[in-house]
C-alpha cells in the first residue's frame, strides 16, 4: 500500500466531529496526517497546527470546512497541488472544486470516512 500523506483541514479535537474519526482512521490505516484547525491539541497523536505554513507534499486534502471557511486556504491548495481533494457532506464548493480540476488536481464529494470503510481511500 502507498502511503498517502493527507492534509485534514477542519481538524478537530471533538470526538464527534467526522475530521476527528477521519484523522485517527486515516492514520490506523497507515497514512502520516497534517492537522489544520482553529483550537489547538492532538488528534491521533498529531497536534493541529493553525496555520499551512510549511505544510508541503500532501498527496491528498480532506476539507471539513464550510464554504465560506475555504476561502482563506483556496490559493494554498490551488498552489499545493496535492493528487486529490475531497470535499465532504457539507464542504461542498462547486467554484474551488472547478479550479482544483482545471489543475489537474482529482477534486470530488465524497465521505472520507466511507472511502476508508469501502477500501477506496
Known sequence: ????????????TNPSRY??????????????????????????????????????DIDTVTLYLGEKNQ????????????KRVIFNPGAEN??????LLKKGVEAFEACTLVMLSTGQF
Open 71 to 82: 476561502i482563506a486556504y483556496e490559493d494554498f491548495m490551488l498552489n499545493l497541488s496535492p
Open 19 to 56: 475530521s476527528y474519526q477521519a484523522a485517527n482512521r486515516i492514520s490506523r490505516a497507515g497514512h502520516p496526517i497534517v492537522l489544520v484547525g482553529v483550537k489547538n491539541g492532538k488528534v491521533a497523536d498529531v497536534e493541529i497546527q493553525n496555520s499551512v505554513e510549511g505544510v508541503n
Open 94 to 99: 462547486p467554484e474551488l472544486m472547478q479550479k
Open 1 to 12: 500500500m502507498k502511503e498517502k500523506k493527507t492534509l485534514i483541514l477542519g481538524a478537530s
